[in-house]
């Protein structure tokens, strides 16, 4: 039987208390200070070299927030806990548990909590990707435009 | 502002009643016949032609099973509900909602409900793989040579 070599944490990760996993690293969202975010964290639930996309596990605390950011890449996002508002592109939408979200290429795209509970979500990502880009001050002018956009972004 | 042309339903799909999403189709897991297996169906959540990978969403009704199988691509499994007795190589483990499963190239796998409630599982996969093998005669022999495995196989 020609079965690889592999430990059997290599293969098997439990769910533990708090929204961590069994060997998973829990770190920052991105570097403090190379974008504006507010009180995320991460963890690469697979990166495989077999595997031409990785999924992640990304946590906001109540009243946090991802960049406002785009890129060429997409994301396919399941939420997996709690509540958020997200907005992508022109559209702010409120989602919950199990709900997906597509992020198409180059569109604006921000992940906001709602309510006290934190707020969890999958995101589905090629390996090899481009960097993400950030507003400049005309960009938010324009995406700023549209009133619901405003008040999300203002929030 | 140079976002696509998408429609809302494009980007955001709600999660409905029974583990069913907004405009996803519900499949069969495979052609009837083509594999043993019992119980289980398909729903894919993400196919995007940007994506190299695609998120399925399998559900096993309780005494369900998937098919015993191996193949040169990789699986990066989240069970998202319910509790199952995974097989991966050599190891049999039971596993719950949110676990973690990595199936490796080339090593046999299969999931089996664990008690009353249906049991459903995310799957990571590349969009460009390799089909399927079943295990031959002597694969199975192979295999049951380790009693835990001929357990988890008898079942």
């Known amino acids: 039987m020609d079965k690889p070599e592999a430990t059997q944490s290599d293969i098997f990760r439990a769910f ?8 998973v690293p829990h770190l920052p969202y991105k570097e403090e200070g190379s974008a504006p ?7 690469v639930l697979f990166h495989d070299p077999e595997l031409r996309c990785e999924l992640r596990y990304f946590e906001v605390a109540p009243g946090g927030y991802s960049t406002l950011e785009r890129h060429q890449h997409s994301h396919g996002v399941m939420i997996l806990r709690g509540e958020a508002d997200v907005m992508v592109g022109g559209e702010v939408k409120p989602v919950k548990t199990h709900d997906l979200v597509r992020i198409p290429p180059m ?3 921000r992940f906001r909590t709602r309510g006290e509970e934190p707020m969890g979500f999958l995101c589905m990502v090629n390996v ?7 507003p400049t001050a005309e960009d938010l002018e324009t995406l700023q435009a549209d009133p619901k956009i405003a008040d999300f972004l203002a929030l």
Chains 1, 2 share one sequence.
Do not use: A, M, V
Not at 16 to 23: C, H, I, K, P, V
Not at 37 to 43: A, C, D, E, G, L
């Open 16 to 23: 533990l208390e708090n929204y961590r996993w069994d060997g």
């Open 37 to 43: 975010f507010k009180s995320i964290t991460r963890q």
């Open 107 to 109: 569109t604006w795209h």
């Open 128 to 134: 090899e990707r481009d960097r993400p880009q950030l």
